[in-house]
Each structure stands twice: as structure tokens, then as C-alpha cells.
């Protein structure tokens, strides 16, 4: 696969190291940064991480063989107004978004109907930091990236989005929609809002300065994730909202039932709970040391 | 400070990390190990943590200067019975439980009242592993170590144990019993019950193997605490009752409501609690670097 013309909207953490990737991998002539923050757009061209940037994204897309979508879930419909017409109708788009329902839900809204040549996709990367600065090469490395094709997308634009994320070092699955929102809402959307909401009830509570004083490295690995961008995960929240809401409500059921646990002093039932979480986790461990 | 015989009763991580860091500073003559666990006690003789050991707590607090119970919270009672009578009238005792509360009604329970020679200590530090092999002499560096002495406590006793501590590296502060269990509930005891609460939520849900396999780096993070000792953490928990029942209602609040929020759409509430949450998070971590 050589790509002539790589757009990527967004140059960020995910979008900057994408293309710095791809640039490694060298099967792109020319790659085109796109996005509304143009001092962004010039640190990415000054790291090397692009070729040239483009504020107009009309322009950005302009004969560009592939686009990718690496803004914020909440900017995502915006941007594909600003790419419809603009882009060559037989170019492939893919986009990055935590969320899959919501993006096919914009690409719908935007297109009439999602297009063929339009592939969901999700790599399941990424660190508490963000912007083009934090982006590096080796990011998706080893990384799972989703993509979540529809019934009637080409198989030939599917095959190309495929291609590119193995050229990151990626391994490519495909899932549902739904399924991929399902899964990720308990993995990743609902501990950082845990991750959000712990830190900020002990930030309420009369003693906080003294909390965070005797917080030690468990609280710290526990909260690392409420380091990572609010408005990206506000996005991310409300953009998955049933699927969120969904496993929130488990959630807040089984701690309700293992607090009565406590209060009745029901020692079995705790230490059920605990054992059986720390065998999964131990053995989820032991599948990524074998699957780095 | 020169010790002549320290024993240790239970010598697992933190019991073995002090028995580690007390040798390398050469204050002690002798550190006898004691504890139900033979073979434990007999790999700690082997990798040369203590200097012998005695099954018979009785025998291993003979004549000891000080004694320091480094056993589960749930044998804290059971410890200190088999030491009434057998340790010397002016011997210093300590522990190292996580909840200081329930040591304290314990000691009561057992001597009547709380000997004015034993002080309540708590060391933050450890890890997710257990178990003598996994002690280590940095272990207390640049920790800190709570002391919960009560208002008849020896001040010379009180002095001690600091200076034990010290010996370790780690940073003695002192407070008050109830406020120590109401800082920890928040800090420790709460992320461990929401790690392991969240694990098995996911464990029990019917995708549990994709969900698994889709988690990352986040999630791994996140989840560490659950993979801490099971029987240890349903003591904890237990023994800490009411403070962790109150800190754990105030979250199971705060949750809720940021549901509600996120059913309703309210972009700025959620935006303000995760903007808050990660300018605390930052802000601990920055103070956490600067003081290692």
C-alpha cells in the first residue's frame, strides 16, 4: 500500500503519532494536518510530524487518498460537514473516536447515509497526556486497534484502513458497533469516570489537604487516568452515554450490595468478591505479559 | 538508639521490609521472627531477614525490648493475647496495622487498657505483593509511617518508635487514631474496594473475555490494587467498618450524580468535576515528586 496523500484532522496525541508512524513506515508521499488549532498544526510541522498543515479542513482533504478523523468525539460531526463535498468521493475515511455509535450517528447525520468508503475505527492507546507534543512513534505498537465496519462498507476501504494501522505495529480486530461500545464503556469509559469522581469527592471532603498528603503509590497508579483530558472524556461520556450509564448502574449495585456486606460483617462474602477479582486480574495480566 | 532483642510476629512484606532496613542500619542485636507460618518463618531465617524464630509467640517476645505486630489486622487480637504475660512489663510494643481503631480495641480488650508502652503505628507503604520474599530494605524510603500514640502513652516509648522508623528511612508523623482511619478509608481502603469491586462487576458480566482482552494500559493501572491479598483487604475493611461504610457512601452520592448528569446531557457538570479532579490529581502528584 503506498498512500499519496494522507489527511489527518486533528494532530494530536493520537493523530501526531499516527502520522509519525506512518512517516516511519514510509508508505506515505505526503501527510496533511488539518484542525482548527493552528499552533498545534505548527508544532506538528516543526517536530516533522506532518508535511504541511491546512486550517481550512475543505482544504486539508483536498485530494487526499485517506482521512483520518482524530479530533474529539464532540467536534466529530462538525468536522465531517467541513469534509462533505470537499473530499474525493472515492476516498477512504476512518476516524479514531473512543465511542463508534455516536461517530456513525454523525457520519449519518452529515452524509444522508454512512458512506461506504467510511470505516470506525478505535486504536485502544493512548496516556494521560495529550497534544502533539506527547505524540510518539512507538504508541500503537503491540496495541489492539478496532475498527467496527458496517454491513455495506467496501471491503476495499476496510482492507486499507486495516493496512494502515498494521504499519503503526497495530493489531487490527473488527467488532460491532454497539459490542465495541459495550466493551469499552466497562474498560476504559467507566473506570475513568470512577478514576474523575474519586478524586474529586476526597477533593469536597473538610479533610483533602491531609487525604492527598497520605496518599500512597496504590492511589496514585488508581488515579493516574484522572490526569487525562476532561473534555475529551466529558465527549467520551456523553457520547456513550447508554452503554455508560448501563454499566454504571452494575457498578453502583454491586458496591451497594458489597457495602451491606460490610456493615453485616459477612467476612465469606467480601472475601468471595475480593479473591475472585484478584484471580481475574492476576490471569488478565498474565494473557497481556504473553500478548505484550 | 541500640536495640537488643526486636521481635517481629509475623514476618511477611512489611514485617520482613523492617526486619531488612533495621539490620542494614545496625541498631538491633537480634531480631527474632514469630508467627503461625513456619515456612515462612524458616525462608526468612534463609534469606537471613531475621536471626531466629519461635512458633510460640510466647517464646518469640522472651525478654524482647521491643515487639512489633506485623500480622493481618484480623490476628491482631489473637497476637497480642499470646503475648499478655509473656513480654516484659517494659518491653515497647508497636504494629503496623492499616486500621488503628481496631488495634486499639483489641490491645484493650486483651490488657484491660492500652498499655502506656504500646504505640499504634501505621507504615504507608507496600505493595500489591506479600509474603517475605517479596520484602525488600527500601521498602519505608522516603514513606511515611503514621504513629497514633494515645494520651497516656509513654513519651519515651512514643520516641522509640519513631526512631525505629526512622532507622528505615521513612518520614514519622503523628496523629490522632480516628483521624488516621478516616484519611486512610479515603486514600487506601476505598481505591481497593472499588478496584476489586470493578473487576468483578466486569468478571460477572457475560462478555467478561472481551472485556478483558480490550482492556488497556488505563485499566491495567487502575486495577493494580485488586490484585493486592484478598484476606488482608477483607480485614482492612472490616476492621476499618465505619469509615470506610461513610467515605463509600459519600462516592456511591457523588457517582450517582454524575450518572444523573450524564443522563441529562449536562456538559458543564461533568466537564467542572473531571476539570477538578485532574487539578488535584496533578497537583498531589507535583507535590508527591517534590517530596519522594
Known amino acids: 500500500m503506498m498512500i499519496k496523500r494522507l ?3 486533528g494532530v494530536g496525541l493520537i493523530g501526531g503519532s499516527l502520522a509519525r508512524s506512518i512517516k516511519r513506515a514510509g508508505v506515505c508521499r505526503e501527510i496533511v494536518g488539518g484542525g482548527r488549532d493552528e499552533a498545534q ?3 506538528a510541522l516543526e517536530l516533522g510530524v506532518i508535511d504541511r498543515y491546512e486550517i481550512d479542513i ?7 487518498d485517506m482521512v483520518v478523523v482524530a479530533v474529539p468525539l464532540g467536534a466529530m460531526e462538525a468536522v465531517f460537514r467541513q469534509i462533505a463535498g470537499h473530499v474525493r468521493p472515492d476516498a477512504i475515511i476512518t476516524d479514531v473516536g473512543s465511542a463508534k455509535g455516536s461517530v456513525v450517528d454523525a457520519a449519518r447525520a452529515v452524509f444522508g447515509e454512512v458512506p ?3 470505516v470506525p ?3 485502544i492507546a493512548g496516556t494521560e497526556k495529550s497534544g502533539v507534543e506527547a505524540s510518539f512513534t512507538g504508541l500503537f505498537e503491540g496495541r ?3 475498527l467496527t465496519p458496517l454491513p455495506h462498507t467496501q471491503p476495499e476501504a476496510l482492507a486499507s484502513v486495516r493496512a494502515l494501522w498494521q504499519h503503526t505495529g497495530a493489531e487490527v480486530v473488527e467488532m460491532g458497533v454497539e459490542h465495541h461500545d459495550e466493551v469499552l464503556a466497562a474498560t476504559s469509559h467507566l473506570p475513568h469516570l470512577l478514576a474523575y469522581a474519586l478524586v474529586d469527592t476526597l477533593v469536597r471532603m473538610d479533610e483533602s489537604e491531609e487525604i492527598f498528603r497520605f496518599a500512597a503509590g496504590g492511589f496514585r497508579d488508581f488515579t493516574r487516568i484522572a490526569s487525562s483530558d476532561p473534555a475529551m472524556w466529558r465527549d467520551i461520556c456523553l457520547a456513550n452515554r447508554a452503554a455508560v450509564l448501563s454499566v454504571l448502574e452494575r457498578f453502583m449495585a454491586d458496591i451497594a450490595s458489597l457495602g451491606e ?6 467476612s465469606e462474602r467480601i472475601l468471595s468478591t475480593f479473591d475472585r477479582a484478584k484471580a481475574a486480574r492476576d490471569r488478565f495480566c498474565r494473557q497481556e505479559n504473553n500478548n505484550p
Open 121 to 123: 475505527g478505535h486504536p
Open 41 to 43: 498544526l505548527r508544532k
Open 116 to 118: 461506504p468508503t467510511f
Open 144 to 146: 489492539r486497534v478496532i
Open 58 to 64: 475543505a482544504a486539508a482533504v483536498h485530494d487526499a
Open 261 to 266: 456486606a460490610i456493615r453485616a460483617g459477612d
Open 7 to 9: 489527511a489527518i484532522i
